[in-house]
């Protein structure tokens, strides 16, 4: 599906999505970029689409990396894939009860309000189904890319999927900007 006006910005899952995923990588140098995200950014980027990483790092509430290691490893990705307007980090762990863990929405609508943004003019892509539960709950569009994680039943329940971050950016674009 593909809409006539682009999202006013997207928000990207950070492992799997936009880096491979290191489990509780707090190592910069162990970042490494997803194929071709960089130029599927740089298109969102150029059509003037504003960006944002919205991500669950549980590992802080493990104690397992620090919030500064996770900073570190944010900031190497914006070395890698350039700048993002807005960044949401939930630092809790699972049995947190917290209101930012995806699949709750917190993340999304926290990323939303900084960007001065209302969720419906934001779209979601992740590779889970907490990444696609956590669009819907909060009003956003979802797209699913899946990855080898991605289990049967998320693929199923998503509405929308896309193969790889090249299609999922063009199914956001209007048809001028691709």
Same mark, same amino acid.
């Given at each position: 599906?593909?809409?006539?006006?682009?999202?006013?910005?997207?928000?990207?899952?950070?492992?799997?999505?936009?880096?491979?995923?290191?489990?509780?990588?707090?190592?910069?140098?162990?970042?490494?970029?997803?194929?071709?995200?960089?130029?599927?950014?740089?298109?969102?980027?150029?059509?003037?689409?504003?960006?944002?990483?919205?991500?669950?790092?549980?590992?802080?509430?493990?104690?397992?990396?620090?919030?500064?290691?996770?900073?570190?490893?944010?900031?190497?990705?914006?070395?890698?894939?350039?700048?993002?307007?807005?960044?949401?980090?939930?630092?809790?762990?699972?049995?947190?009860?917290?209101?930012?863990?995806?699949?709750?929405?917190?993340?999304?609508?926290?990323?939303?309000?900084?960007?001065? +943004?209302? /969720?419906?003019? &934001?779209?979601?892509?992740?590779?889970?189904? $907490?990444?696609? *539960?956590? %669009? @819907?709950?909060?009003?956003?569009?979802?797209? +699913?890319? /899946?990855?080898? &994680?991605?289990?049967?039943?998320?693929?199923? $329940?998503?509405? *929308?999927? %896309? @193969?790889?971050?090249?299609?999922?950016?063009?199914?956001?674009?209007?048809?001028?900007?691709?």
């Amino acid at each position: 599906m593909t809409s006539l006006t682009a999202p006013a910005a997207v928000l990207f899952d950070r492992d799997d999505t936009l880096i491979v995923n290191v489990p509780y990588n707090g190592d910069p140098e162990a970042v490494v970029p997803m194929p071709t995200v960089r130029t599927a950014l740089d298109r969102l980027r150029a059509a003037g689409v504003r960006l944002g990483v919205v991500t669950n790092q549980s590992g802080i509430a493990r104690g397992i990396i620090t919030k500064e290691q996770v900073d570190a490893v944010n900031r190497r990705v914006e070395e890698l894939l350039g700048p993002f307007d807005a960044w949401q980090v939930c630092p809790h762990g699972p049995d947190d009860a917290c209101r930012c863990r995806k699949p709750l929405p917190g993340l999304i609508t926290d990323a939303a309000r900084d960007l001065g +943004l209302d /969720p419906d003019r &934001v779209a979601v892509i992740g590779d889970i189904g $907490s990444d696609m *539960e956590a %669009a @819907a709950a909060a009003g956003a569009r979802g797209i +699913l890319v /899946p990855t080898p &994680v991605t289990l049967p039943a998320e693929v199923a $329940s998503a509405r *929308e999927v %896309a @193969a790889t971050i090249d299609e999922a950016v063009t199914a956001l674009l209007p048809r001028r900007d691709r």
